[in-house]
């Protein structure tokens, strides 16, 4: 059996804890897939005496985590602390500088610093494994860069956020309203005290900007998402969606149009028929659609010690059998700066909800905001009836881009009838 792949680890927290009990768990498991034995010879985290649930007596503690990328008995560094700068970034700089690969499931510094990182890399040449930054323990990574690279991808969308698919699935389940869905997720340690990562789409714009990469051949730009949260997502809207035949789900959604590459996160409403509809709570989906191959659908866990450490130690299993491949499945020169398809130029179908006070009129005021905007209705409803008060109307469209629905929704919302901002979901053609 050849020499031992040695690991240092840096952060120790959920994943980095997870990715030591792993490799302790599963070492012969692993020495027999590699060949070789895969062995942790230091580890760094900040507070030394701090109880992980891991027995670290036979690890080499190093107070400093920048000390891994020099250590002469450290062959891939494991970088699992996190934060698109500060240490994090040293290290994983350092470590390549130094001639060791690099395994990291921090999708924030990637989607900031990953076209730099992976030209690095691959002047040092050494590999970076991100398999544990995008939807944890689903394999996408390598299914792109390797699995599905005879294809010319058309689209690749998926849920990559765990918390808030958990808070849309319970508003739906329960009826109630997003506030009171997501103070209950802080409670049960679904969703962090500081929320807005999640639920404002920024790690899912994160993990997106990489898939988008690794898809379309192109540089990372995380700049070029347009990201929208699901907090302006209501009980309402999603009873409505229901009645329609949609599910509400915040997705992450990537494609080439004849204006550049889209990349987009936001709430949609998805046929209640397709398998994406179906994922439900913390659960992650991807969903790929590829030349050749045609679609292809993976669920699982997106987050969590056992899913994330299964991704690490995945690639840490390709270094130890000795197998690369460029970062983002071409080499990094050859990644083409990307062209961003405005926002405006998006076309697709739209669901709109307004609070209209029911009065004679008013859906003919709408029907001509609509009409002046070449905006073309595909069906209206208008349930309750409670003559002068506000009540609310429903309308879908058929295909329109989204400068012209804009349009049309400035021109609707200043009508005298109209009581509240209307709220506009996207419904995501699948
Ligand atoms: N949690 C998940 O399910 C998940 C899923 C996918 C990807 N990720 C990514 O994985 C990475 C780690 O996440 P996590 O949830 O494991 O984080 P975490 O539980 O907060 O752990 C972070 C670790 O980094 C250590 N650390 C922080 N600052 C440090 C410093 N200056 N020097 C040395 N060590 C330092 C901490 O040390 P102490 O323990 O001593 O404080 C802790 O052990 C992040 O990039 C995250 O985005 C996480």
């Known amino acids: 059996m050849s020499a031992p792949l040695r690991v240092g680890i840096a952060g120790l927290g959920t994943v980095g804890a997870g990715t030591v009990r792993l490799l302790g768990d599963r070492r012969e498991l692993l020495a027999l897939r590699c060949g070789r034995p895969i062995v942790v010879t230091a580890?760094?985290?900040?507070?030394r005496n701090r109880d992980r649930g891991i027995d670290l007596a036979g690890y080499r503690?190093?107070?400093?985590?920048?000390?891994?990328?020099?250590?002469?008995e450290v062959d891939v560094v494991v970088e699992l602390i996190g934060g698109a700068d500060g240490v994090a970034k040293r290290l994983i700089e350092a470590a390549i500088a130094a001639g060791k690969h690099v395994v990291t499931a921090n999708k924030a510094l990637l989607a900031h610093r990953g076209t730099a990182l992976a030209r690095a890399a691959e002047r040092a040449g050494v590999a970076i494994g991100f398999e544990a930054?995008?939807?944890?323990?689903?394999?996408?990574?390598?299914?792109?860069?390797?699995?599905?690279?005879?294809?010319?991808?058309?689209?690749?969308?998926?849920?990559?956020?765990g918390t808030c698919n958990y808070i849309l699935t319970a508003m739906r389940q329960t009826g109630r309203e997003f506030a009171e869905v997501l103070?209950?997720?802080?409670?049960l340690g679904?969703?962090?005290?500081?929320?807005?990562?999640?639920?404002?789409?920024?790690?899912?714009?994160?993990?997106?900007?990489?898939?988008?990469?690794l898809a379309f051949g192109c540089e990372v730009d995380f700049p070029g998402v347009h990201v929208e949260?699901?907090?302006?997502?209501?009980?309402?809207?999603?009873?409505?969606?229901?009645?329609l035949g949609?599910?509400?789900?915040?997705?992450?959604?990537?494609?080439?149009?004849?204006?550049?590459?889209?990349?987009?996160?936001?709430?949609?409403?998805?046929?209640?028929?397709?398998?994406?509809?179906?994922?439900?709570?913390?659960?992650?989906?991807?969903?790929?659609?590829?030349?050749?191959?045609?679609?292809?659908?993976?669920e699982g866990r997106g987050a969590g010690a056992g899913p994330t450490a299964s991704a690490v130690v995945a690639d840490l299993i390709d270094i130890a059998r000795g197998r690369s491949v460029p970062t983002f499945a071409v080499p990094a020169d050859a990644l083409r700066p990307l062209v961003r398809s405005p926002m405006e130029r998006h076309r697709g179908p739209y669901y709109v909800r307004l609070m209209v006070l029911d009065r004679p009129g008013v859906i003919a005021d709408v029907a001509a905001a609509l009409r002046d905007e070449l905006v073309s209705m595909e069906a209206m409803i208008q349930r309750a009836r409670a003559p002068g008060e506000a009540v609310p109307v429903v309308l879908t469209t058929h295909d329109t881009e989204e400068a012209a629905m804009r349009r049309a929704l400035a021109r609707i919302a200043a009508l005298d009838s109209v009581r509240e901002p209307p709220r506009m979901i996207r419904i995501e053609a699948l």
């Open 133 to 161: 930054a995008v939807a944890g323990g689903i394999p996408i990574v390598k299914t792109l860069r390797e699995g599905l690279a005879a294809n010319r991808i058309q689209r690749v969308y998926g849920i990559l956020n």
């Open 183 to 187: 103070a209950e997720a802080q409670a």
């Open 229 to 243: 949260g699901n907090r302006h997502v209501s009980a309402t809207d999603i009873a409505f969606a229901e009645e």
């Open 61 to 72: 503690w190093c107070d400093e985590p920048l000390a891994l990328a020099d250590d002469p």
């Open 246 to 298: 949609y599910r509400i789900k915040l997705l992450g959604i990537a494609r080439p149009t004849e204006h550049g590459i889209e990349q987009r996160v936001h709430a949609c409403m998805v046929p209640i028929g397709t398998p994406i509809a179906h994922v439900e709570g913390v659960f992650n989906a991807v969903v790929t659609e590829g030349d050749f191959v045609g679609q292809s659908v993976a």
């Open 43 to 47: 580890v760094s985290a900040r507070d």
């Open 190 to 213: 679904y969703a962090e005290a500081d929320p807005g990562i999640d639920v404002d789409g920024i790690d899912t714009a994160h993990k997106l900007a990489l898939l988008t990469s």
